[in-house]
């Protein structure tokens, strides 16, 4: 994990991930610089490098600021951004009442050095607004906090997501923001960038088992794949819920949604580190797509009581990762179905030997 490299000014935020395989070299570019983004670079090479030219990255026009060496390593690129969030609520009429967003371009970050953990490969960009009119973030702030992977597991804490080496985890915080409306709720808007000829389709997978997630069976995901092929190229992965605790039990879940991906070419993401790595051609060369996913039910209660929201995501490279059952589950589900079947034996063959003795009783008729 690298903070900043090649700059001494910690008034930025540029965290890099390098993780390096047999064959090939992933790359994490996470930054809040502009929108807080992450940009995902595959290569072909182990020595593949990221380059930044800090003078341009933080100028007006950041266009071929960040690059990767060597150029024709590259294999594969994408990008995910967080634009906005906002807030909403029913108040008393039938129609939702939204109130103006919160734009995280705007947002002034703390520094994550004094948060970067290379033991634990974590790292939290916190931001509040620049202009706070309303007073909400008095005594709140915003955060994303990223984990890096060095190998395959699950997160202890809810919604304990299984991830691979081949991913980062982000979570999204809301703390102490006070709430401009009775029952508001919340919606994150993400955006991804994706290369020509590579799209993202929305996933919503079920499963009768909630061994690891209680009461929870969809798990959703923005899988990109090049057109006309089967192999997933990347994905952002979640549970269809959020929680409103630090420490989350199940009574602490709060409903989650996707509202649909759309195309957004005319609403490009302003992060500076997006910009910096595919150029002028975001928005015509490269396709962006944005989806809004929401928190809460139809009161916003939970937040409105508690102050704290906290919802996890997975994003990587190749195909995300799915839950099977436990040797655990399995031995119970097989005690479940098969003591049954065996009583339903035992009693067949009890039955069948019972009717043989009482014909044996009578003499044959000649």
């Known amino acids: 994990m690298q903070y900043n490299p090649g700059w001494n000014n910690s008034s930025v935020n540029l965290l890099h991930v390098r993780a390096v395989g047999q064959n090939d070299t992933l790359h994490y570019v996470w930054s809040s610089i502009g ?61 939702e009442l939204f109130y103006p967003a919160y734009d995280l371009s705007s947002f002034s970050w703390d520094s994550i050095n004094r948060t970067l953990n290379h033991t634990a490969l974590t790292a939290e960009f916190l931001g509040v607004p620049a202009s706070d009119p309303s007073g909400s973030f008095s005594n709140g702030s915003l955060a994303f906090r990223v984990t890096a992977y060095e190998a395959n597991g699950r997160d202890g804490p809810l919604p304990s997501l299984l991830h691979t080496a081949n991913s980062s985890k982000v979570e999204f915080v809301l703390a102490g923001v006070a709430p401009r409306g009775n029952g508001s709720r919340f919606a994150l808007e993400v955006a991804t960038v994706e290369e020509p000829g590579v799209a993202r389709r929305l996933r919503s997978a079920r499963s009768i088992d909630d061994e690891y997630t209680p009461t929870i069976f969809e798990t959703l995901s923005l899988a990109a794949k090049a057109r006309n092929a089967s192999a997933t190229l990347s994905f952002l992965q979640w549970k269809a819920t959020a929680y409103g605790s630090r ?73 995300p990762p799915e839950d099977t059952f436990s040797p655990l589950v399995i031995s119970i589900m097989a005690v479940a179905l098969g003591t049954p079947m065996a009583l339903l034996l035992v009693g067949s063959v009890v039955v069948l030997f019972a009717q043989r003795k009482r014909y044996s009783e009578y003499e044959p008729i000649n």
Do not use: M
Request: proline share 6%.
């Open 247 to 319: 420490s989350p039990k199940r009574e602490d879940g709060i409903r989650c949604r996707a509202h649909g991906l759309q195309a957004a070419n005319w609403t490009l993401p302003a992060s500076g580190v997006i910009r910096a790595y595919f150029g002028e051609g975001l928005g015509s060369a490269y396709a962006v797509s944005a989806i809004n996913i929401s928190f809460g039910g139809e009161d916003g209660e939970v937040y409105q009581e508690k102050r704290y929201l906290s919802w996890s995501a997975l994003l990587g490279f190749g195909q």
């Open 35 to 95: 929108a807080p983004a992450a940009l995902l670079v595959a290569t072909g090479s182990q020595s593949s490098t990221l380059h930044v030219n800090w003078t341009r990255l933080l100028s007006p026009a950041p266009a071929g600021a960040i690059w990767i060496e060597p150029p024709g390593s590259v294999v594969y690129s994408t990008a995910v951004v967080f634009t906005k969030v906002f807030e909403y609520s029913k108040a008393d009429t039938p129609e």
